[in-house]
């Protein structure tokens, strides 16, 4: 579990805020599909497990049209993980790069 701390904005420019930390997302993410594959639990009668996968394949048909109509290139990937990121603008500070473009290549195992 993720303690909460005061968090400050890097004062460097380009920096990146990452929590948890990079070096701590592969473990993380293998410990939460975990929790969530074994709970024997459920909303509205569907298993987590479903649900999970029908808002992974939800989200990428919509990205998939969006970038259709927009024109731009589709690529091919699969549904099976969604890292998502993005900036926070109500903290006072934004980034139009994604944060997992900083993620250091090979820094962990996404399994």
Known sequence: MIEPRR???PGQNGAVLAEPPFANVGDLLVQN???LS????GLLGRSW???RAE???TAVETAHQYM???GEPVPSYGCDSIIAAGHQPELGFGSRTSPLTAWP????SLR
């Open 7 to 9: 968090l400050r904005a």
């Open 105 to 108: 290549r090979g820094t962990a």
């Open 68 to 70: 259709l109509a927009s």
């Open 38 to 41: 074994d709970s024997t639990t």
């Open 33 to 35: 599909r975990k929790l």
């Open 49 to 51: 497990r479903s649900l």
């Open 55 to 57: 808002a992974r394949r």
